[in-house]
């Protein structure tokens, strides 16, 4: 609402009853339920494992768009996924030589 009286825009309160469950949904599902989910998830794990995939955010949301929305991707697109895989498999090869050396 503030951002729209800044910006000049028209405002009824029957424009917030129409968008109302949708912005609901929003911070109930994807706020509460989620970021709860994560939480919990995150509390018996490997930490550097759970950074590691939290920072392929991009690459489950690119993919996941063209499995499920059959959104098209361009061939940048496909090499910045790329590049994010290939980053995060080499952030990993450190941590698994230096647990082989352990068990050695």
Not at 1 to 6: E, S
Not at 26 to 45: D, E, H, M, N
Not at 76 to 96: D, E, H, K, S
């Amino acid at each position: 609402i503030p951002g729209a009286l800044i910006a000049g825009e028209r405002f009824t309160f029957s424009m917030l009853s129409d968008c109302l469950l949708p912005v609901l949904y929003l911070g109930i599902f994807s706020s509460g339920i989620a970021y709860t989910l994560q939480i919990v998830a995150q509390k018996g794990s490997n930490p550097a494992v759970v950074s590691i995939l939290l920072s392929m955010e991009s690459v489950f949301s690119l993919l996941f768009g063209w499995l499920i929305l059959h959104e098209v991707m361009n061939i940048r697109q496909y090499a910045g996924c790329f590049i994010m895989l290939c980053a995060v498999l080499l952030t990993q090869l450190p941590l698994r030589l230096k647990e082989q050396d352990k068990i050695q």
